[in-house]
């Protein structure tokens, strides 16, 4: 009896460590099933601007925000100074998946996604606004959809600044004014055929010697962003300066479907929340910067003026209009419409 007894006790010990061990072994799998799940997944965020720059504040900013909604899941890395490429490099990098997000200009991404030439339209947009207005409503979200054929997934625009003219003949206040002066040019097809409608003189000259060119004559103008103008200091060699919306100088968000797809849906949500403070940072920083710019280019003696009416300009670039709307989808060329009678 006491060797049953014996036995039946050890039987029931060996029942009870075995049964432990199960269930020791249950919960270390699950905890490895967890870690898999959190597993961290890097990304590379980059651009060609500086780390000053508005599109570096906002990448950072994006960071932030995506680390911390996730605990650290999704990190994104911010590369910037074209340190990974130039435009058209970095959005390449996209589609083939060695960069995974890029904020790009909007001249460089319509060469890869055609529909977004509609934002690039000369004198499209009266003011920072209308600009905002239009690429956060519905004409934006289907630019972005469009994104989708290229292998990138379009986030949203930012940037409400526009591309202005200086040169050191005269103040521009009709299209007259264009006439017969030598503006430096990116090498930008509709930004050449918009300056020669108005009756300038495009010139193409490498970036990096503009400065000199402009100091000895070269070329009579340049345009770029306010704040461009004013980092570059090249209102030290320019007199004017017209405050005339030529073209957007703004911007858009892209990733890559492949970065996209090696997101969760609960991070693709995250990112998605994480964009209209990114955007409002952006879009704060671009415009504190440019009001910063005019007025130290106004202390140092440049003349800004602003034309007395845009209507006379819009009407010398109708040529402008036909030829690049003549490619678009119809559904594109009617936004353009909305757009032009929006109020």
Not at 241 to 259: K, R, W
């Amino acid at each position: 009896m006491k060797k049953i007894s014996i036995l039946l006790i050890i039987g029931l010990l060996f029942i009870n460590i075995v049964g432990c061990q199960g269930q020791q072994q249950t919960v270390t799998e699950k905890e490895s099933d967890s870690k898999a799940e959190v597993k961290q997944v890097k990304l590379k965020l980059a651009h060609v601007c500086s780390d000053t720059h508005p599109y570096n504040t906002a990448g950072l900013k994006l960071a932030e925000l995506v680390r911390d909604k996730t605990r650290g899941a999704v990190d994104i890395q911010v590369y910037p100074a074209a340190q990974l490429g130039g435009e058209r490099d970095l959005i390449e990098g996209l589609q083939a998946g060695t960069v995974d997000i890029v904020i790009s200009s909007l001249g460089v991404a319509a060469s890869f996604v055609p529909e977004m030439n509609i934002f690039n339209l000369p004198f499209i947009f009266n003011d920072a606004n209308h600009y905002s207005k239009v690429t956060q409503g519905h004409i934006g979200k289907k630019v972005l959809e469009a994104c989708n054929k290229a292998g990138l997934k379009g986030l949203g625009f930012a940037g409400p600044v526009f591309r202005v003219p200086m040169n050191n003949k005269k103040p521009v206040n009709t299209p007259d004014d264009f006439r017969g002066v030598k503006y430096r040019l990116m090498e930008v097809p509709l930004h050449i055929d918009t300056y020669k409608a108005l009756g300038a003189s495009p010139v193409p000259i490498p970036f990096g010697e503009l400065y000199t060119a402009l100091q000895l004559g070269t070329v009579d103008g340049c345009e770029n962003a306010v704040a461009t103008l004013y980092s570059q200091k090249f209102y030290e060699v320019q007199k004017y300066m017209s405050l005339l919306p030529v073209f957007s100088n703004g911007c858009v968000i892209l990733m890559g479907e492949l970065a996209w797809n090696k997101l969760t849906p609960e991070q693709q949500k995250v990112l998605l929340e994480s964009l209209p403070e990114t955007i409002e940072k952006l879009d704060h920083d671009y415009l504190a910067m440019t009001e910063e710019g005019l007025e130290a280019m106004k202390a140092a003696g440049l003349k800004v003026n602003t034309p007395p009416s845009i209507t006379p300009f819009r009407e010398a670039v109708i040529p402008v209009y036909d030829k690049y709307l003549a490619t678009l989808p119809k559904w594109a060329k009617d936004a353009v419409t909305e757009i032009q009678n929006m109020k």
